[in-house]
C-alpha cells in the first residue's frame, strides 16, 4: 500500500480532498481484484461514469461508484457475493495492506422496476487515510442490461507508486455504448453528472463515434428503458434543477468547477450532431514545428519529475474543460487557453498556448514550469484541442482470454504480487522505461527512451502488428 504522504500530496497537487483521492487509489485495486477473480474476469462488464475515468479519459472527474452489467445471472446471490469479495479482499490486503473486511461487506438483492433482479452492494475498506468511520465503495450490478455492442478489454488508468509493472485491465462496454448509456441516463435522471460527461464526450472530436452509430445504440437503450429518444425540448423543463445541483453534485469530484452554462449552452449542437449529423466546426491544429511529436496517449506518462507531471495533468483537465490555466514560469504567472503538448527535435516537452495577456501564441517548456492553477474563466477554442486522447481506444475482442495468465497476479498465483514486481523492476536502481503497444496493449521495459518495439504475440498467441510503443513512465 502507497503511504499516507502520496495520497496527501496528490489531493493537494489535484484540488481535491484526500478521501477522494484515496478512493480513486482503492478503486484502481478494486478492478484489479475483480479482473483477477477466474469467475468475474470475463462475465463481469465495468460501465459507467468511474468506467470512463478510470479506462478512458484519465483526466476526467473523480468518481465513486463501480457499475456492472453481469452477464452470469447467478452471480446476482448474496451468498455468492459475499464469499467472492471476502476473497477478493483477501487478494487485494496481500497485494497492498488494503484491508476489505469482510463483515463490512452488504450485499441487497432487490427487484428492480423492469422485474429483474439486481443488486446494491457496499464494501468498506481501511487504505493510507487514517479514518473513524471507514469509507465504502458503492456497488451497482445488474443482468438484464440491453448490451448493443461488444465488449472490450481496456487497460486501468492507476496513476499511484505500486501499480503492477504488467498493468491493470478490465472488461467494460464499448466507447459508443458508455456514450449511449450517458445520454440516456440524462434523458431518464438528468443530474449535473450526466449534462458534464455528455458534453465531455462529445467535445472530444477524434474519439466522437459517427452520429448513424450512436443514434442506433441510444435508440436501443432507449427502447429497453421504456422512454423515447431525448431532444433538447425534453430537457428544457428540468434546466433549472440542473444549474441548482450542479455545484452540490459536481464540485467535490473535480479540481475547478467550469461554470454550468458552458455545458447547457453546448447541448443544442449535441442535439444537432445527434439527429441530424451536423458536425460542429473545429478549428485547425497550430502547425506542427519541424521535429516535433504530438503527445496525446490515453496514459501520458512523461520522463519528468512528479510535480511536472501534475502540472501537465492539471493543464490537461483545463483543456478539456475549455477553462484557462493560470501557469507559474520562470518567475512570473502567464494566464493561458493551453492547446499541444509536443515533443521537440532536441528532446524537449513543450506546451503550446495562447497567452491571452499578450494575445499571442506561445510555447512554455515543460521543465520550465513551477506551478498550474484551473480558474473558472472559460475560452472558445482558436484552435483545434490537442490534450485529450487521440481517436477511439484500440483494443481487443475480450471473448478468448484464457482464464490465468502467466504475467498476471491471479487467484491461481497468489505470490505474484505487484509489490514484488515494482521491487524486481528497479532493483538495479537504473531507470526503466515502460513503454506500451497501441495495438494489444502489452507493456514492455526498457533501459533506453526508444519506443521500438520487437516481434511479440498478443495474449492470444498471435501476431501483434504493433511496432512502435508510446511511452508510459519511467521508474527508479
Not at 475515468?53 to 468518481?63: H, L, V
Not at 477553462?323 to 514560469?329: C, N, S
Request: proline share 7%.
Amino acid at each position: 500500500m502507497i503511504d499516507r504522504r502520496e495520497i496527501l500530496d496528490t489531493a493537494s497537487r489535484m484540488s481535491l480532498t484526500p478521501h477522494v483521492v484515496e478512493k480513486d487509489y482503492v478503486l484502481g485495486w478494486m478492478l484489479a481484484g475483480i479482473s483477477a477473480h477466474p469467475a468475474l474476469r470475463d462475465s463481469w462488464l465495468f460501465k459507467g461514469g468511474t468506467c470512463l475515468k478510470k479506462c478512458f479519459f484519465e483526466t476526467y472527474r473523480f468518481s465513486e461508484d463501480l457499475d456492472f452489467t453481469l452477464t452470469e445471472p447467478s452471480h446476482l446471490d448474496e451468498e455468492f457475493l459475499s464469499s467472492t469479495f471476502s476473497a477478493v479482499g483477501e487478494w487485494i490486503y496481500e497485494r497492498t495492506g488494503i484491508e476489505v473486511p469482510a463483515h463490512l461487506q452488504n450485499f441487497d438483492i432487490y427487484t428492480n422496476p423492469r422485474g429483474s433482479i439486481s443488486c446494491q452492494g457496499k464494501v468498506s475498506y481501511r487504505g493510507p487515510v487514517a479514518s473513524r468511520d471507514l469509507p465504502r465503495i458503492k456497488l451497482d450490478l445488474t443482468a438484464d442490461e440491453r448490451i448493443v455492442l461488444a465488449p472490450v478489454r481496456v487497460s486501468v488508468f492507476h496513476p499511484y507508486s505500486d501499480a503492477p509493472v504488467e498493468g491493470i485491465d478490465i472488461l467494460a462496454y464499448a466507447y459508443e455504448e458508455l456514450f449511449g448509456e450517458k445520454v440516456r441516463a440524462l434523458a431518464e435522471r438528468t443530474r449535473p453528472r450526466d449534462l458534464y460527461d455528455v458534453v465531455n464526450l462529445f467535445r472530444n472530436a477524434e474519439a466522437r463515434p459517427h452520429a448513424a452509430v450512436m443514434l442506433d445504440v441510444l435508440r436501443q437503450k432507449c427502447e429497453f428503458k421504456g422512454i423515447s429518444v431525448p431532444a433538447l425540448t425534453d430537457l428544457e423543463p428540468h434546466r433549472g434543477e440542473l444549474q441548482n445541483l450542479w455545484k452540490n453534485m459536481l464540485a467535490h469530484q473535480l479540481p475547478t468547477l467550469p461554470p454550468y452554462e458552458s455545458f447547457w449552452d453546448e447541448l443544442p449542437a449535441f442535439f444537432e450532431w445527434l439527429a441530424d449529423g451536423v458536425t460542429p466546426d473545429i478549428p485547425a491544429a497550430f502547425t506542427i514545428g519541424a521535429g516535433e511529436t504530438v503527445l496525446r496517449q490515453r496514459n501520458l506518462r512523461l520522463p519528468v519529475s512528479a510535480q511536472a507531471q501534475t502540472i501537465i495533468e492539471i493543464i490537461r483537465f483545463a483543456a478539456g474543460n475549455r477553462l484557462l490555466v493560470e501557469l507559474d514560469y520562470q518567475g512570473s504567472t502567464r494566464r493561458i487557453e493551453p492547446y499541444s503538448l509536443r515533443s521537440t527535435r532536441d528532446g524537449n516537452i513543450v506546451l503550446h498556448a495562447w497567452n491571452t495577456d499578450r494575445n499571442e501564441h506561445r510555447s512554455y517548456r515543460v521543465d520550465r514550469m513551477q506551478g498550474a492553477r484551473v480558474t473558472n474563466a472559460v475560452f472558445t477554442p482558436r484552435y483545434a484541442v490537442e490534450l485529450s486522447p487521440q481517436g477511439p481506444v484500440q483494443v481487443a475482442q475480450s471473448t478468448a482470454r484464457p482464464e490465468t495468465l502467466t504475467t498476471r497476479a491471479t487467484f491461481d498465483n497468489p505470490r505474484s504480487t505487484s509489490r514484488n514486481a515494482s521491487r524486481r523492476s528497479t532493483s538495479s536502481g537504473k531507470p526503466v522505461h515502460i513503454y506500451q503497444c497501441p495495438v494489444c496493449n502489452k507493456k514492455f521495459r526498457r533501459d533506453r527512451l526508444n519506443g521500438r518495439l520487437n516481434p511479440h504475440k498478443n495474449d492470444w498467441g498471435g501476431p501483434c502488428p504493433g511496432r512502435t510503443g508510446f511511452f508510459v513512465e519511467t521508474r527508479y
